[in-house]
């Protein structure tokens, strides 16, 4: 324990899956935790939960909704953390979705729906941290959620395989742009986790008559990982507090690939 102690963490996409484990992992080392999602009901109840986890003890918690498309609502989680915490020393981008579609039914509104969450709100996240931490007086982490589809293309899923191509271009920008600050951008690529995501993921893929049966993608996605199984979320969370960690100081720009060896770069 105590690898982040003091830090002020926040995780979006924290009221589920991936997003609710980098907290908690966060929280057992000693940080203080903002856990934000645009479900606030659920969000809230992540957060009690943790609150009862911290008084075994971690950090401190609090809980934030937020829509990371919507810079004012950003700005406000941001502002709710410093005043709770006092600072923030470590953001993380990680409020995703998906919504397969066969590569040539991709619409408008589907191209636009994935990259405004996974660009855009990874864009406005790291902008807002970034001026947080820079008004603190510099330093501070942000570290951004990838994933194997950062890699390569899949055919059911084009537009989140290039919305997190560009999570990974942005980290690459924000690390040469933040650098003056003293300021880490780093990421990390998952690859079949299963969480909550996946499960839709795989409902969604049936409707779209790209799988037969309940289970079946995840198995034909994970054949090939060298580790003979799929992730879960605490497989991640060594990776993401060692990212939020002292440890990690002289990274930057880089994307860490935890996916069993299923993609090897």
Known sequence: ?????????????????????????????????????????????????????????????????????????????????????????VKFNNAGVNKPMNFMDVTEDNWRFIMEVNGLGCLIGMQEAAAQM?????????????????RQGFDNVAPYCASKWAVVSLTQSGARDLAKHGITVTGFAPGVVATEMWEQVDRDLMEIGAAERPGQAME??????????VATPEDVTGTTTFLASRDSDY???????????????
């Open 220 to 229: 034909e996605f994970s054949a090939d990982i060298l580790k003979g199984r």
């Open 1 to 89: 324990m105590g690898r982040v102690s003091g830090r002020s963490c926040i995780v979006t996409g924290a009221a589920q899956g991936i997003g609710r484990a980098i907290g908690e992992a966060l929280l057992d080392e000693g940080a203080d935790v903002c856990f934000a999602d645009i479900d606030r009901a659920k969000v809230a109840e992540v957060a009690r939960s943790a609150a009862d986890r911290a008084a075994r003890g971690g950090g401190r918690v609090t809980h934030a909704a937020v829509d990371v498309t919507d810079r004012a609502r950003v700005r406000a989680m941001i502002a709710h953390t410093v005043e709770t915490f006092g600072k923030l020393d």
């Open 134 to 150: 820079i008004a603190q007086g510099g330093g501070g982490k942000i570290v951004n959620t990838a994933s194997i589809a950062s």
């Open 251 to 265: 990274m930057t720009g880089q994307v860490v690939m935890i996916d069993g060896g299923m993609v090897l770069v």
